[in-house]
């Protein structure tokens, strides 16, 4: 069992820098971590992810060049680092969780396989 918490969300203007942070509870050397966000009337979707260990990181296009993923096992933690925000990077942030199984393609994203979630934390770019 594994409860995430997410922290570090706010308000900032275009241009502006945030740093999201995901707390883990539990072994978390296992699982595959991951950041998505949503936006009000938007479908959830995926932003960033990192396999078991840290090594292979993967991005969403949009996001590209400005942000970045990554994690501390010893800690139990998972971060994401949000530069150059934009209006459209207003959404809750949410990091998930999953269990071992292939890292690549489409398995990367898939919402599905995710088997834990935080709550979520808000952040607002406003131009």
């Known amino acids: 069992q594994v409860q995430l918490v997410e922290s570090g969300g706010g308000s900032v203007q275009t241009g502006g820098s945030l740093r999201l942070s995901c707390s883990a509870s539990?072994?978390?050397?296992?699982?595959?971590m991951a950041w998505f966000r949503q936006a009000p009337g938007k479908e959830r979707e995926a932003v960033a992810a990192?396999?078991?260990?840290?090594?292979?990181?993967y991005y969403t296009d949009s996001v590209k060049g400005r942000f970045t993923v990554s994690r501390d096992d010893a800690k139990k933690m998972l971060y994401l680092q949000m530069n150059s925000l934009k209006p459209e990077d207003t959404a809750m942030y949410y990091c998930?969780?999953?269990?071992?199984?292939?890292?690549?393609?489409?398995?990367?994203?898939?919402?599905?396989?995710?088997?834990?979630w935080g709550q979520g934390t808000q952040v607002t770019v406003s131009s």
């Open positions: 539990g072994y978390t050397y296992d699982y595959h």
């Open positions: 998930a969780a999953s269990f071992g199984g292939p890292f690549w393609g489409d398995y990367v994203f898939a919402q599905g396989r995710y088997n834990y």
């Open positions: 990192t396999n078991t260990g840290g090594g292979v990181t």
